[in-house]
C-alpha cells in the first residue's frame, strides 16, 4: 500500500469527505465540517496529492480554519498548524532520526517518505528549529 493510500485510508477513517473539481484560484479547500476539495490537475504528481491532502487533512483535524476577512496573523497562525500536521504524519521524527542514522540522503529520505524534496527539507527544517531535534 502506498503512502497515498494509507493517507486516503485515515481521512475515510475519520469521516472526511474528499471531492475533486477544478479551482480557479486553489489547489485545495478544507471546512470545519469536514469536506476537502482538491483541484488534482494543478499537482505535479502523487506526492504532490500526499502533501496537498495531508496539508488539508492537517486543517480539519487541528481545527485551523480561517476566513478571506481574516487577519494575517491568524492565516499564517492556521497555515503553519495544518502544516505541522501534515509533516509530523508524513515524516514522523522517529522515523526520520532512523532513516538519517542509516545516512540517506535527502533525496533519498524524500522518496523514502513519499514526498518533495522540498517537503522533506521543510521538515528538517521544522524539527531542527521548532522541536531543537536533527
Known sequence: ????????????????????????????????????GMDVDR???????????????GHCITGSFYTLDSDLYQQRRCEERADRWAMERLVPLKDLKRALAMGLRP????????????????????YHEAKGEI
Open 43 to 57: 499537482l505535479e504528481n502523487s506526492a504532490g496529492e500526499l502533501e496537498c491532502l495531508a496539508h488539508e487533512m
Open 107 to 126: 533525496h533519498e529520505l524524500a522518496e523514502l517518505f513519499g514526498v518533495t524534496q522540498a517537503f522533506l527539507e521543510k521538515c528538517l527544517r521544522y
Open 1 to 36: 500500500m502506498t503512502h497515498l493510500q494509507r493517507l486516503y485510508e485515515t481521512a475515510d477513517g475519520l469521516g472526511l469527505q474528499i471531492c475533486y473539481f477544478p479551482m480557479e484560484n486553489n489547489t485545495a479547500i478544507s471546512t470545519p465540517d469536514g469536506f476537502i
